[in-house]
Nanobody
Framework: QVQLVECGGGLVQPGGSLGLSCAAS????????MGWYRQAPGKERELVAV???????DYVDSVKGRFTISRDNAKNTVSLHMNSLKPEDTAVYYC???????????????WGQGTQVTVSS
């Protein structure tokens, strides 16, 4: 089993910055993909950013140039640095990881509990 624990989130003014972090622990052989999703009230959960074990990244268009995703493979952590925040960024942000477990190395999806990000003046 794997646990994903998020930290960060909170209330920030428009134009401000905020950082999110997520740490994975448990029976982990490797983590292929880590990322962040978000879900606003009345909307579907959407991909915000993902990063592979090799460091390749992808972002949803609405956050390109403002958000930066990074990971530390040795520590099994992923972070999301958010700049120039807008009210439309308000959502619950969820950490995601695709984890392979021994002995089969079969991948499984894991999700964090979510952390609230509110952008408001």
């Amino acid at each position: 089993q794997v646990q994903l624990v998020e930290c960060g989130g909170g209330l920030v003014q428009p134009g401000g910055s905020l950082g999110l972090s997520c740490a994975a622990s448990g029976n982990i052989f490797s983590i292929n993909i880590m990322g962040w999703y978000r879900q606003a009230p009345g909307k579907e959960r959407e991909l915000v950013a993902v990063i592979t074990s090799g460091g390749s990244t992808d972002y949803v268009d609405s956050v390109k140039g403002r958000f930066t995703i990074s990971r530390d493979n040795a520590k099994n952590t992923v972070s999301l640095h958010m700049n120039s925040l807008k009210p439309e960024d308000t959502a619950v942000y969820y950490c995601y990881a695709a984890v392979r477990h021994p002995p089969t190395m079969r991948p499984y999806d894991y999700w964090g509990q979510g952390t609230q990000v509110t952008v408001s003046s």
